[in-house]
């Protein structure tokens, strides 16, 4: 679908590439706002059209008792039309990884995810209904155009995927500000809800900490100590290649492998040439087909070259990334702790004290950084290793709160219930 709003599609990338080149063009900022918020308004006005002819003809089905004939030609008229809703419903999806891409520029990936969860809870806070019909539009608009215009970044929140709070996120400081943008001045009781778990979430953002944050007595945040690193040089020079000869792939560092092909098709024997012990392989392919790809990285971001992202989009360049989570067990070695890959569907890597059995476990979330951001493995080691190092020196100090357990379930027997998939050498 997106290939006939390539036109589109290109000059609002190039307005982000414009816009990370230079974060003070306001212009862009305003341009790429409005420029994404048309084309989400004009298909939604589409989806709209297309479920109200769905919806008549399945009344004809019900109510008029046509011959077969015609009740196979309605049938038909039925699938077609919400196939090209689906492929509306897609195309929605990558105008707001360009918005996407606007709130990435300015904050960094692991600032801006907590504005797509729920404060309260672990679940990831629902998106927005259609933007077009909303009575509060035009008070969003004014207030974006009144940040841009004092020189503030900002983004309407309702086009993007990652911004689940308030109308309007502002992007000028190192966290997103999301603001609401009422056109009454009494709020109802969802209203109320709304509110409250944005206070939540800005008592988080601004003190570092929180009580009741995501169900949890208290949540702290904690800067890291090892400046990041990625690996989208080797992504898109991996790219570049495939162009060229048909597919290509590279491994940046031990353990990690990228694979990108125009053919549509993996090379015989691709996977078990890496060699890899516990292969976790990335689709991201996939997750932009099922609309999956918040709250990471927006590929509009780490694909660099316009023709490779537009290829990316309308779905004829094909990424693969492979993980040896062996790799990553062996490399997680810290004294007195051993390491596993475990089977759990919100952990992946668990790593116990020895002595003591306290247990620190490794988010499925945090791990698919590797697939889908195209983070650096090494840097994730490293970063890990001395998180759990922190952590441990914290906890021996008694400067990490106990929580009792019946707070937050038996999180310690899900752990020891969890199965072992790999374990890593222990000296």
């Known amino acids: ?29 305003r341009a790429l706002n409005l420029g994404v918020l048309k084309e989400i308004l004009n298909d939604e006005r589409h989806i709209r059209r297309l479920r109200g002819l769905v919806k008549d003809l399945n009344r004809r089905l019900k109510t008029e008792r046509p011959a077969k004939a015609e009740a196979l030609g309605l049938r038909k008229q039925i699938k077609r039309h919400e196939g090209a809703i689906k492929r509306y419903e897609g195309q929605l999806f990558i105008w707001r990884c360009i918005a996407d891409g606007l709130v990435y520029a300015y904050i960094s990936t692991f600032n801006a995810k907590h504005a797509y969860f729920e404060s309260d809870t672990f679940g990831v806070k629902p998106s927005a209904g259609f933007i077009g019909g909303k009575d509060g539009l035009r008070y969003e608009l004014g207030m974006l155009l009144s940040a841009i215009e004092h020189k503030v970044p900002a983004v309407l929140s309702d086009i993007t995927n990652i911004i689940r709070y308030g109308d309007v996120c502002l992007l000028g400081g190192p966290d997103p ?178 002595e003591t059995g306290a247990k620190i476990a490794i988010s499925t979330q945090f791990f698919g950084r590797l697939g889908m951001e195209f983070m650096s493995l090494d840097w994730f080691v490293e970063h890990q290793t001395e998180s759990v190092l922190g952590i441990w020196a914290e906890m021996m100090a008694g400067q990490v709160p106990v929580i009792d357990v019946a707070e937050v379930g038996d999180w310690g027997a899900q752990m020891e219930a969890a199965p072992r998939l790999y374990q890593a050498n222990v000296d």
């Not at 599609?9 to 990370?20: D, G, M, N, Y």
């Not at 015989?268 to 997750?287: A, R, W």
């Not at 099922?290 to 989009?313: G, K, V």
Request: proline letters at 5%.
């Open 177 to 354: 500000v999301p603001m609401e943008a009422k056109s009454r001045a009494k709020l109802n009781q969802r209203g109320k809800r709304q509110s409250a778990k944005l206070n939540l979430l800005e008592t988080f953002l601004k003190e570092d900490v929180a009580a009741g944050f995501r169900g949890l007595p208290e949540m702290r945040r904690v800067a890291y100590r090892i400046p990041h690193r990625d690996c989208l040089d080797d992504l898109n020079a991996c790219v570049q290649n495939a162009r060229r000869d048909g597919w290509n792939a590279v491994c940046p560092e031990k353990g990690l492998a990228y694979m990108a092909t125009f053919t549509g098709k993996l090379p015989d024997g691709f996977f078990e040439s890496l060699n890899m012990t516990q292969p976790i392989v990335f689709t991201p392919n996939s997750d932009k087909m099922d609309h999956a790809w918040a709250p990471y990285l927006p590929f509009t971001n780490s694909i660099r070259d316009l023709q490779d992202l537009y290829d990316f989009a309308a779905g004829k360049l094909y990424l693969v990334v492979a993980v040896d989570a062996a790799v990553v067990c062996d490399r997680l070695y810290v004294p007195g702790w051993k390491t596993s890959l475990i089977a759990d569907p919100d952990r992946i890597i668990l790593m116990e004290h020895l």
């Open 1 to 29: 679908m997106i290939a006939r709003r390539k036109v589109a599609f290109l000059h609002l990338c190039a307005i982000l590439r414009s816009i990370e080149a230079d974060l003070d063009n306001f212009d862009a900022v």
